[in-house]
């Protein structure tokens, strides 16, 4: 099942190597390699992020340099792989955010001893950037706040009932994941209170690839798409993503209360996506704190650019054209049979989307 079909359909034809976008008018700073000291820094993944402080899984071990370094003071350097260690951003690296997912070096005390401190001095160049507008938040200041670093699949987790499908909301979420260049997958819950049928039909013009699962149930093709990938689980209250996330990763909750404990965070207030690690390879990261994606950043073009049959239709386009109004080429180009009406209905949907179209609509407004 889930369509495999142009298995990548909402992924950007190139993609922009633009992962540390700059506000405009702020004056952008050249991404400078940093320097090449620190050759005893060790790699690190980073898990959670709160208020300043990194929370980094060792991911290698250490460096040549630091191998030395520790041959030298005859400490032992093997076997302390998987460790967290508790880091803040070193100066160098100026005002460049760090956001879970992303890879780091850490130097200074990389012991993961409680009360310890280490400094992240290098953030690795990013595969992907997920990020939203504040705009779905209570300011509305348009910028841009990175959510997640090098995540590769964003699964959109959809409940079939209780709470019911919000397509609207499952819309934003195509375009969030369409604009951070990450592949979507819908993931639809609680089968055993309704089938899948409908709201699937209503994206398969899509072409986006999903699972069905039911709490019990068997999980082995979420398992499979998830398998060494980063994938970014985003749905809202009550769709039943922790019982998801419960079940693929055993002592999940304890992780997280486990982070949270290191980050000197209460137990039950992790607001903010914690990367759990998948048993059989992989990366889960849960957000929390991030119910919707403000899409005001994302621009025609990107949106447009997932639709490949489309976009030669638009070159009779009035200049500007949000290609939702009367004056649109595009209703031409598909009466001509040049391409497939129902893609034109998606892509319009998702155009509606991005000009502010409210998502809380309940009604499947199915075209
Ligand atoms: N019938 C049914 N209920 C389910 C299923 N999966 C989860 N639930 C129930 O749905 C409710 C919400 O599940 P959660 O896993 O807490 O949902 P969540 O998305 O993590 O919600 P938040 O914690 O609010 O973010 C719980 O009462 C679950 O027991 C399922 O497959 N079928
Ligand atoms: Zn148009």
Redesign the pocket.
């Given at each position: 099942m889930g369509a495999d079909v142009g298995r990548r359909p909402l992924r950007k034809r190139q993609y922009d190597e633009d992962d540390v976008r700059v506000r405009p008018g702020k004056g952008s700073r050249p991404r400078t390699r940093l320097r090449p000291a620190h050759e005893d820094a060790v790699e690190g993944f980073v898990v959670a992020v709160d208020r300043g402080r990194y929370t980094c899984l060792v991911t290698a071990g250490p460096s040549a340099g630091e191998k030395r370094r520790r041959a030298r003071d005859r400490a032992s350097g093997a076997g302390d792989d998987g460790r967290l260690v508790v880091a803040m951003k070193a100066r160098e690296l100026g005002r460049k955010g760090i956001v879970v997912g992303d890879r780091v070096s850490l130097v200074g005390d990389v012991s993961g001893a409680p009360d310890t401190l280490a400094r992240v001095v290098r953030v690795e160049p990013r595969a992907s950037m997920l990020r939203r507008s504040a705009d779905d938040t209570e300011d509305t200041d348009g910028i841009e706040r990175p959510v997640v670093a090098n995540a590769d699949q964003l699964v959109i987790v959809t409940a079939l009932a209780d709470p019911p499908p919000r397509p609207r909301m499952i819309d934003r979420m195509l375009v969030a994941a369409f604009d951070a260049d990450i592949e979507p997958l819908l993931c639809l819950?609680?089968s055993?209170?309704a089938p899948p049928e409908e709201l699937v039909s209503l994206y398969a013009p899509l072409g986006v690839p999903y699972v069905v699962?039911?709490?019990g149930g068997t999980l082995d093709e979420v398992r499979e798409r998830l398998r060494d990938r980063i994938s970014v689980l985003v749905?809202h209250?009550?769709?039943?993503?922790?019982?998801l996330v419960n079940a693929l990763v055993p002592g999940a909750d304890r992780a997280v209360s486990h982070v949270n404990a290191v980050t000197g965070r209460g137990r039950h207030t992790s607001t903010s996506a914690v990367a759990l690690a998948l048993p059989d390879g992989g990366w889960i990261i849960d957000t929390?704190g991030v119910r919707s994606f403000g899409l005001a950043h994302v621009s025609v073009e990107t949106v447009l650019a997932g639709f490949p049959d489309l976009v030669e239709g638009t070159v009779e386009c009035p200049k500007g054209c949000n290609h939702l109004g009367e004056e649109c080429a595009l209703d031409g180009w598909v009466a001509a049979g040049r391409a497939d009406p129902a893609r034109l209905v998606s892509l319009r949907r998702l155009l509606a989307i991005r000009e502010g179209a409210p998502d809380d609509d309940r009604r499947p407004d199915a075209p």
């Open positions: 819950t609680k055993d209170l699962v039911s709490k749905g209250s009550g769709v039943g993503k922790s019982t929390p």
